[in-house]
């Protein structure tokens, strides 16, 4: 079993940057996919990113494709979600998730409780 918390979110301008962290219990981090979802008032939970076991390879979704970078540290058990040139339409709770290398959230077993993102025009 998997326990994820998310940190980093906040209140930004518009063109601004965050840093989204996940930390990882558990000694079976690095044997799952990771990917970060969002999901903003009245709307389904979308997925953002995605990155391999290893770290090798990373997908993004084309909203954000460009802007943000995802990565992960099995040593520390952690995932980042870099995010660039910041819009409004990015505002939304992000969730960590592990899981199976895929976009959809049902792929994924165990999710954090998420951190709020709020991007101000």
């Known amino acids: 079993q998997v326990q994820l918390v998310e940190s980093g979110g906040g209140l930004v301008q518009a063109g601004g940057s965050l840093r989204l962290s996940c930390a990882g219990s558990g000694r079976t981090f690095s044997t799952y996919t990771m990917g970060w979802f969002r999901q903003a008032p009245r709307k389904e939970r979308e997925f953002v990113a995605a990155i391999t076991r290893s770290g090798t390879n990373t997908y993004y979704a084309d909203s954000v494709k460009g802007r943000v970078t995802m990565s992960r540290d099995n040593a520390n058990n952690k995932v980042y979600l870099q995010m660039n040139s910041l819009k409004p339409e990015d505002t939304a709770v992000y969730y960590c998730?592990?899981?199976?290398?895929?976009?959809?959230?049902?792929?994924?077993?165990?999710w954090g409780q998420g951190t709020q993102v709020t991007v101000s025009s």
């Open positions: 998730a592990a899981g199976s290398f895929s976009s959809a959230p049902s792929n994924y077993d165990y």
